[in-house]
């Protein structure tokens, strides 16, 4: 009975009890299930974004960049590049055997200099290529480099494109030049400012008078007199649109694509109709590029000024290629071929040019060729 009496007492006093206090670390076990959740957003998410997005933009950007400065817009390639070598301005000396020899100069210009620019001119009056360097430097303009370019009369015979505009086609409406339709080299800046040399033509059904280029000189050829009997059209097979932003006529064309072509071009260019004698040695001067892209203007002296007895037009393209031009044409010669540097004098020893006594000039000239540190972006007239 006595154990039966406490076990009634223990019961009783059991079921006296509240129910909550059989289960004081019920919260604490639910507490340690609710901080897993809020753990993982803690470290987790907060760790990604707070680390790598801060050490990726930092580090690397600001490494790369220093170990090539061509891709950091701050660092300037040029800077250290003087205008001297840009210009790449020099001259050579070829023993001609019999006591004779022959003086180049020439400027090897790489074009992808900023502080440069090509310009075609028409110049309109005629002047000097000095008397051109006078006039853009009064105009505010910095001319480097000047060479003589396109053939003339009493108006300019050889198309210039000066800002895309054809200045001059360089023949009449029907295309002739000295009776003949020619299809000549030309030398020019494209839109990439690449160069190209081409034969060209102003094609007369062309209402817009635009020239076109073709894959050669056509269908004329001195040396068997044979030539066209009608102009060619937009329609003559090879004819291509030809727009450069800068450009001038001249012949024949020197190198084309590697190859020489100087004597299948000079004679199929018409250029040996009256003996022009280009197999002659004279003052001769030419124009090309490389495969880099720089610009190659050459002069070479002759008729003995300065002690030079000048240039045969095959010899003028050995000369360019051993410049390293790819792509080259002749420009007008004798009397017209000179070139003047960046402080306006001649770099060469033009045979037509004032003489010690005071007589004599230097040949005025239709077209030059400038680099400058401006595009004149429009003809030289008045």
Same mark, same amino acid.
């Given at each position: 009975?006595?154990?039966?009496?406490?076990?009634?007492?223990?019961?009783?006093?059991?079921?006296?009890?509240?129910?909550?206090?059989?289960? +004081?670390?019920?919260?604490?076990?639910?507490?340690?299930?609710?901080?897993?959740?809020?753990?993982?957003?803690?470290?987790?998410?907060?760790?990604?974004?707070?680390?790598?997005?801060?050490?990726?933009?930092?580090?690397?950007?600001?490494?790369?960049?220093?170990?090539? +400065?061509?891709?950091?817009?701050?660092?300037?390639?040029?800077?250290? *590049?003087?205008?001297?070598?840009?210009?790449?301005?020099?001259?050579?000396?070829?023993?001609?055997?019999?006591?004779?020899?022959?003086?180049? %100069?020439?400027?090897?210009?790489?074009?992808?200099?900023?502080?440069? *620019?090509?310009?075609?001119?028409?110049?309109?009056?005629?002047?000097?290529?000095g008397g051109v360097w006078q006039h853009y430097k009064d105009?505010?303009?910095?001319?480097?480099?000047?060479?003589?370019?396109?053939? %003339?009369?009493?108006?300019?015979?050889?198309?210039?494109?000066?800002?895309?505009?054809? $200045?001059?086609?360089?023949?009449?409406?029907?295309?002739?030049?000295?009776?003949?339709?020619?299809?000549?080299? !030309?030398?020019?800046?494209?839109?990439?400012?690449?160069?190209?040399?081409?034969?060209?033509?102003?094609?007369?059904?062309?209402?817009?008078?635009?020239?076109?280029?073709?894959?050669?000189?056509?269908?004329?050829?001195?040396?068997?007199?044979?030539?066209?009997?009608?102009?060619?059209?937009?329609?003559?097979?090879?004819a291509e649109l030809w727009e450069p932003e800068e450009a001038?006529?001249?012949?024949?064309?020197?190198?084309?694509?590697?190859?020489?072509?100087?004597?299948?071009?000079?004679?199929?260019?018409?250029?040996?109709?009256?003996?022009?004698?280009?197999?002659?040695?004279?003052?001769?001067?030419?124009?090309?590029?490389?495969?880099?892209?720089?610009?190659?203007?050459?002069?070479?002296?002759?008729?003995?000024?300065?002690?030079?007895?000048?240039?045969?037009?095959?010899?003028?393209?050995?000369?360019?290629?051993?410049?390293?031009?790819?792509?080259?044409?002749?420009?007008?010669?004798?009397?017209? !071929?000179? $070139?003047?540097?960046?402080?306006?004098?001649? *770099?060469?020893?033009?045979?037509?040019?004032?003489?010690?006594?005071?007589?004599?000039?230097?040949?005025?000239?239709?077209?030059?060729?400038?680099?400058?540190?401006?595009?004149?972006?429009? !003809?030289?007239?008045?």
């Amino acid at each position: 009975m006595k154990i039966k009496n406490f076990l009634a007492m223990v019961i009783a006093l059991l079921l006296a009890l509240p129910l909550g206090s059989c289960t +004081p670390k019920q919260p604490a076990a639910a507490q340690e299930v609710s901080q897993e959740p809020s753990a993982e957003p803690s470290v987790e998410p907060s760790a990604e974004p707070s680390v790598e997005p801060s050490v990726e933009p930092s580090v690397e950007p600001s490494v790369e960049p220093s170990e090539d +400065p061509s891709e950091d817009a701050s660092v300037d390639p040029w800077a250290d *590049v003087t205008l001297e070598q840009s210009l790449g301005f020099g001259s050579f000396e070829k023993d001609l055997g019999d006591g004779k020899v022959a003086k180049g %100069f020439y400027f090897k210009v790489d074009m992808n200099d900023p502080r440069l *620019v090509f310009n075609a001119v028409l110049v309109k009056p005629f002047t000097t290529v000095g008397g051109v360097w006078q006039h853009y430097k009064d105009e505010g303009i910095t001319p480097y480099a000047i060479i003589n370019a396109g053939y %003339f009369s009493s108006v300019s015979v050889s198309p210039v494109v000066h800002n895309n505009a054809v $200045m001059t086609t360089g023949a009449d409406s029907y295309g002739k030049y000295d009776g003949y339709y020619l299809a000549r080299a !030309a030398f020019g800046m494209m839109k990439d400012h690449t160069f190209q040399a081409r034969w060209v033509y102003p094609c007369a059904d062309d209402p817009y008078g635009y020239l076109y280029a073709f894959p050669s000189p056509l269908g004329n050829d001195d040396r068997t007199d044979t030539y066209l009997t009608s102009a060619p059209t937009t329609a003559t097979e090879g004819a291509e649109l030809w727009e450069p932003e800068e450009a001038i006529g001249a012949g024949p064309m020197l190198l084309y694509h590697g190859e020489d072509v100087t004597i299948d071009s000079y004679h199929r260019e018409v250029h040996d109709v009256g003996h022009r004698a280009g197999y002659n040695r004279h003052p001769r001067s030419a124009i090309g590029a490389d495969a880099d892209g720089k610009v190659i203007m050459l002069v070479v002296d002759g008729r003995n000024a300065g002690g030079s007895a000048g240039a045969t037009i095959p010899e003028m393209a050995v000369y360019m290629r051993e410049l390293g031009a790819v792509d080259a044409i002749n420009l007008d010669g004798g009397g017209s !071929a000179g $070139m003047v540097g960046p402080d306006g004098t001649y *770099v060469d020893v033009p045979s037509e040019r004032p003489k010690d006594d005071g007589t004599g000039s230097y040949r005025k000239v239709a077209s030059v060729f400038m680099i400058s540190d401006k595009d004149i972006r429009r !003809a030289y007239s008045r």
